[in-house]
């Protein structure tokens, strides 16, 4: 089991940058696969980034082009998102997301195989 708690949203420029983190509970959580979707209003959560267990393998969704980056600390049971170049297509709510597929090797890249999600933070790009 797995709590996952996720702070950094909120209102920003087009343009600006943001960082989001995401803090687990749980001895074993190092050994899960995390990563970020998001979820706009009236459309279905999507995957953005996902990164395995040793943060050695990173996956993002192509229609990102390099604007995010996902990192994690395992000492601190940490995943981040850094986020770039915001646009206003890019408000949502954010949501940290962890599972053990594949042995923590990789993140679904579906919202419906992922079994544990924070509570979401919210951000607004505005233009």
């Known amino acids: 089991q797995v709590q996952l708690i996720e702070s950094g949203g909120g209102l920003v420029q087009a343009g600006d940058s943001l960082r989001l983190s995401c803090t687990a509970s749980?001895?074993?959580?190092?050994?899960?696969?995390m990563g970020w979707f998001r979820q706009a209003p009236g459309k279905e959560r999507e995957f953005l980034a996902g990164?395995?267990?040793?943060?050695?393998?990173?996956e993002y969704a192509d229609f990102l082009k390099g604007r995010f980056t996902v990192s994690r600390d395992n000492a601190k049971r940490a995943v981040y998102l850094q986020m770039t170049s915001l646009r206003p297509d890019d408000t949502a709510v954010y949501y940290c997301?962890?599972?053990?597929?594949?042995?923590?090797?990789?993140?679904?890249?579906?919202?419906?195989?992922?079994?544990?999600w924070g509570q979401g933070t919210q951000v607004t790009v505005s233009s």
């Open positions: 990164i395995n267990w040793s943060g050695e393998n990173k």
């Open positions: 749980g001895r074993t959580s190092y050994t899960y696969a």
């Open positions: 997301a962890a599972d053990k597929a594949a042995w923590g090797d990789r993140l679904p890249t579906v919202y419906y195989l992922v079994n544990y």
